[in-house]
Each structure stands twice: as C-alpha cells, then as structure tokens.
Nanobody, 125 residues
C-alpha cells in the first residue's frame, strides 16, 4: 500500500491551493480517506474526511467553509481544495486511509491503517 501526497507549496494569505493524495495497493473505493496536518511545534490535527462513496464529508471547524475535500475513485485519488488560506494553515498535510467502513471517530488518528508522507503548505502573511 502506498499513499502519496503532493501539491504543497508556498502561497500568500488569501490564495488558493489544491493538494492531492494518490493511492495504490488498496481497494480505494471502500476506504475512508482523511487529511491531517501538523504545524511546526504543534500536534497533528484532523482537517477533513470523506467516506468511500464520497457522500459523507466532515471538516474541522477551523477549515469549514474554506476547504473542500473530494475524491475520484476511478483515479484512486483524493483532493483537498484550500481557499482563503491563512498563515495558521501552514503545516505538513498528510493523507490517511482506513478500512472497515466509515466511523464517526474519523478525527482519531489511531483508527487509520495507512499513512502517506506529507506535503508542506506554507502560507505567508
């Protein structure tokens, strides 16, 4: 199993950026997929999650209304569209996958079976 996050970069506050997570070696369409992030000196935190079908989506309060999670099961890829970026969104964004059906403990990092390496998003103010 491999999860590959990419698309990070340096942007200015107020800009938009999209990051992606490409998966291989698993049955992508049945996996709950989630973005977490970790800012320098801070603990990892939940950002957004999407169920295997794409019907269920949940967001952290800090990104609600600005970020949109989506997936393309035909391409085994998950996306995170980030708008109105703020300096406090600066972090390494990592993707994670969980099998066994959607759970409402999606925010709990310990539930996830697979993790990708992160992609750095830096927002300058």
């Amino acid at each position: 199993v491999q999860l590959q996050a990419f698309g990070g970069g340096l942007v200015q506050a107020g800009d938009s950026l999209s990051v992606s997570c490409a998966a291989s070696g698993l049955t992508f369409s049945i996996m709950t997929m989630t973005w977490f992030r970790q800012a320098p000196g801070k603990e990892r935190e939940f950002v957004a999650t999407i169920s295997g079908s794409g019907v269920l989506k949940y967001y952290a309060d800090s990104v609600k209304g600005r970020f949109t999670i989506s997936r393309d099961n035909a391409k085994n890829t998950m996306y995170l569209q980030m708008n109105e970026l703020k300096a406090e969104d600066t972090a390494v964004y990592s993707c994670a996958a969980a099998s066994g059906g959607f759970r409402f403990t999606y925010y709990h990092a310990g539930w996830y079976n697979y993790w990708g390496q992160g992609t750095l998003v830096t927002v300058s103010s």
